[in-house]
Structures are given as structure tokens and as C-alpha cells.
């Protein structure tokens, strides 16, 4: 399974950057559910949300008045549009597949490698 993630930069607070993720491989299964996670600097790595592959979400540290994540299972690709960026939203973002929340605690089977997103004030 490979995770290939795109779309980070660098930006202004209150601008809109959308990341897109796209699984392959001849493993990768479309059943998987598919999401993000992301680590800001110095702090642990958080479950942003994610879709199953009948369209059910899952919500951690996402901001839903601001991102939005969607997916087409036929592509085998996730995205997270985020809309007025805040300097708080930096961090390396990760797209994930086969995600699951155990005691309380999110992980995930598969990983990208990991977008960079930078908001400046």
C-alpha cells in the first residue's frame, strides 16, 4: 500500500489550501478507510477525520467550520479542503488508510509521507 499526498505549502492566515492523497498498490483495498492526521511542531500527532468507504465520517481535531474532507472511492483518493487557515493549522499533515480508534486513541494501518503545511499571521 503506498500513500501518496499532496497539496501543502506555505500560506497566510486566512487562505485555503486543499490536500489530496491517492492509495496504490496492488494491496490497497477500496474498503480501506482513508483520512489524515497531522503533527504540529512540538506536539503529538493528531486524528484530523476521515471517510469510510460507504461514506461514513469520522471527526478528531478537524475543525468543521473550516475543513472539509471528502473522497471518491472509485480513485482510491481523499482530500481535505481547509478553508481559512489559521497559524494554529501548521503542521505536517498525513494522509492514512485503514484508520481505527482503540481506546480512545486513533492509528492507522498505512501512511503517507507527510505534507508540510505553514501558516503565517
Known amino acids: 500500500v503506498q500513500l501518496q499526498a499532496s497539496g501543502g505549502g506555505s500560506v497566510q492566515a486566512g487562505a485555503s489550501l486543499r490536500l489530496s492523497c491517492a492509495g496504490s498498490?496492488?494491496?490497497?483495498?477500496?474498503?480501506?478507510?482513508m483520512g489524515w492526521f497531522r503533527q504540529a511542531p512540538g506536539k503529538e500527532r493528531k486524528f484530523v477525520g476521515g471517510?469510510?468507504?460507504?461514506?461514513?465520517?469520522d471527526y478528531g481535531d478537524m475543525p468543521r467550520d473550516r475543513f472539509t474532507i471528502s473522497r471518491d472511492v472509485a480513485k482510491k483518493t481523499v482530500e481535505l479542503q481547509m478553508s481559512n487557515l489559521k497559524p494554529e493549522d501548521t503542521a505536517v499533515y498525513y494522509c492514512?488508510?485503514?484508520?481505527?480508534?482503540?481506546?480512545?486513541?486513533?492509528?492507522?494501518?498505512?501512511w503517507g509521507q507527510g505534507t508540510l503545511v505553514t501558516v503565517s499571521s
Open positions: 492514512v488508510a485503514g484508520y481505527s480508534q482503540s481506546a480512545g486513541r486513533w492509528r492507522a494501518d498505512y
Open positions: 471517510i469510510g468507504w460507504r461514506d461514513s465520517r
Open positions: 498498490g496492488p494491496t490497497f483495498n477500496r474498503h480501506y478507510n
